[in-house]
């Protein structure tokens, strides 16, 4: 009331100083009565505010109106904000609920989409296509799958530059242990929300952010956010184009991932410069299985900080340091504490240039590795002579079931040194000799093995050159029940075997029952006409339930041959692959 009476007063004042006799009584009078739309917020000027623009009880008029519309609609948005958050509140909003018919409804729609079937634990959508779009919907179904336990979405590139929309929404998923966003096309910022995330996935246990090369140099945006007691059992950061800085953020948090068991760093060429450091932190990961460095650009003195590290690492079931040919020669000096995994069951040492110096140091210690499963010594051409003392001790890791030895120009008293060994093998499964020239014309070494080796399934003999003889042989012992668990026979670029040597071969092929792959394809450099034995190869075809896939390239196939290749599928009801 008292402002209403000084608004009156004012206005009373103002009337004393105008004309009684103005033309513009009428206007006066019928500005004051009109009422603003309840609906603007801002008043717009009006004509007769625009001429008495200098009175004062036209401002006072239209100010104490404008105050008032204006608290009325603040009120009226204030009584809306409070009954959309009742709404939000109430059981018709429980977004959250698992049970929800129309978010369970949405979730299958989404899958069935995508060609997925729906999985509330486990969310497969690899190589889906997934664009943007897809992403940010899916962010929008988390709510409804709280039990989600895995996501997949590896090689969808449409994730890359979007992540940020779907880790936002994972604290709806606080029971999530897998996230696997291999090939994502992963950016920056995506890096950046996946650290920010980790706080809101406390029971998180796999991460795999491989083949991502926009990670490298940035590693440390996602390492940074890890907190002490991380669940992590295993990280894998495969073809990142990880940096040496990556190398030194990735070291720093070895302290807090105390849990981890598998580490895949490999083919990242740059982060061997920085190996040194990673590994003086790996004694703080005392429980890891597994150590992956295949092509990660290591040299010696990456190597004897590995095997210093190695002391810490009882538990360590995998070791690979393949294809780092700059380690050569530092085996000498770096196997202090290898002969110690006595877990150790597998050792891959392919392509890495060892030396003769090497192999006499190893031939020392990898026959001390009790449990190891897996020796893969492929691709060191170096030690040729050297190998025997080494695969002469393989008798003394009566568990091996795979031995790779292939490309190392082995010797015709290497090659008798295997043999003889192999003999204490029984558990031995797959056993590659391949671009070993000795083993042609001498496959009759194994002869005994090959009977006692029950269990073996994959046999490799590419570019052996071997003979009709060594085919005749691999006969003669299917005759008497060998060989029946072989389910991979490779015996490529062997193009010394003459045409009867392969019809003798066809002719007892198809006692392999259990055979999927056989490759029986010409070298590169040469091609040859297929013999009469092509009819015998495609009757023991048809006797050969598991065959799948037949190499058989640069054999010239008659015009008559083709078409029956080509018909043998729809006229058998198979499926086999056949690469010509």
Known sequence: MEKTGNAQSRQEKCEEDVPKSSPFDFVIK?????????????????????????LDFVKS????????????????????????????????????????????????????????KPNSKNLDLNNCALSETDVTELASLLPFLPELEEISLSWNGGVGGSLKALTVQLHHVNLLKVLRLN????????????GE??????????????????????????????????????LKITDCNLTAKDGESLAQILNVIPNLEVLDLSVNKHIGCSMKIIAQDLKNVP?????????????????????????????????????????????????????????????DLHQCCVTEEDMTVLSQVIPLLSSLQELNLSSNKNIGVSSEPLLSRLRFLPKLKSVAISNCCLREESFSSLAEAALHLPELEILD??????????????????????????????????????LALLMLLTQDGHLARLQKLDLSYNDNICDEGWAVFCKGLAVFKELSELDVSLRPSSCRDCGMWFSELLAALTKLPALAELGMQRWVLSESQRKQLESFNQDNKRSIRFDC
């Not at 090939?183 to 996946?194: G, H, I, K, M, Y």
């Not at 796999?206 to 295993?234: A, M, P, R, V, Y």
């Open 61 to 116: 008029e239209v100010k104490d109106r404008r105050e008032t519309e204006e608290t009325e609609i603040n009120r009226a948005d204030d009584q809306n904000e409070k009954e959309d958050l009742s709404t939000q509140d109430g059981p018709s909003h429980l977004i959250s609920e698992a049970e929800s018919p129309s978010g369970k409804q949405r979730f299958n729609q989404f899958m069935q989409k995508l060609g997925k």
């Open 30 to 54: 019928q500005f004051k009565g009109k009422k603003s739309s309840p609906g603007k917020r801002k008043e717009q000027p009006s004509a007769a505010r625009k001429v008495f623009g200098g």
């Open 433 to 470: 000799l391949s671009w070993n020239k000795c083993v042609g014309g001498n496959l009759k070494l194994l002869l005994e093995v090959l009977k006692l080796a029950t269990e073996i399934q994959v046999l490799r003999l590419s570019s052996c050159n071997l003979v009709a003889e060594d």
């Open 197 to 234: 995330a980790f706080e809101i996935v406390p029971q998180l246990e796999e991460l795999d952010l491989s083949w991502n090369s926009n990670i490298g140099g940035k590693l440390s945006l996602l390492t940074k956010k890890l907190q002490k007691g991380c669940k992590i059992k295993f």
């Open 287 to 347: 429980g890891l299985k597994e150590l992956n460095l295949h092509m990660c650009g290591l040299k010696q003195d990456s190597l004897q900080g590995l095997d210093t590290a190695l002391q810490h690492l009882a538990e360590l079931r995998k070791l690979d340091v393949s294809c780092n040919r700059e380690i050569g020669g530092g085996f000498k000096d770096s196997t202090a504490h290898l002969a110690s995994l006595k877990n150790l069951e597998v050792l």
């Open 183 to 194: 090939n994502c096309r992963l950016t920056a910022e995506d890096v950046t929300s996946l």
